[in-house]
Nanobody, 122 residues
Framework: QVQLVESGGGLVQAGGSLRLSCAAS????????MGWFRQAPGKEREFVAAISWSVITTYYADSVKGRFTISRDNAKNTVYLQMNSLKPEDTAVYYCAAAASFARSPRAYDYWGQGTQVTVSS
């Protein structure tokens, strides 16, 4: 059974930082593309960042480029999202997901975590 468990969300002031973690089990983590998505109230789920299994390829949404960094530790089956210079518009539930190939579309991702809330106050 595949499980993705996010942690690290919380309340932070604008300009602050948070690091999200996603621990994976039940899948071949080292060969999976891992992605982060977010969903704000009343909005569709949107792509944030993705990292290939080899760590060679990363991709970011324009809205977070230069502020967020995705990384992974294949030995720990964990993917991270370091979020700096947070803005109120970053407030959302953040989800990690796993896919067989590198992609930005949520439709390409087979497994999802339960999400962690990030709230940025102004």
């Amino acid at each position: 059974q595949v499980q993705l468990v996010e942690s690290g969300g919380g309340l932070v002031q604008a300009g602050g930082s948070l690091r999200l973690s996603c621990a994976a089990s039940g899948l071949t983590f080292s060969s999976s593309t891992m992605g982060w998505f977010r969903q704000a109230p009343g909005k569709e789920r949107e792509f944030v960042a993705a990292i290939s299994w080899s760590v060679i390829t990363t991709y970011y949404a324009d809205s977070v480029k230069g502020r967020f960094t995705i990384s992974r530790d294949n030995a720990k089956n964990t993917v991270y999202l370091q979020m700096n210079s947070l803005k109120p518009e970053d407030t959302a539930v953040y989800y990690c997901a796993a896919a067989a190939s590198f992609a930005r579309s949520p439709r390409a991702y087979d497994y999802w975590g339960q999400g962690t809330q990030v709230t940025v106050s102004s």
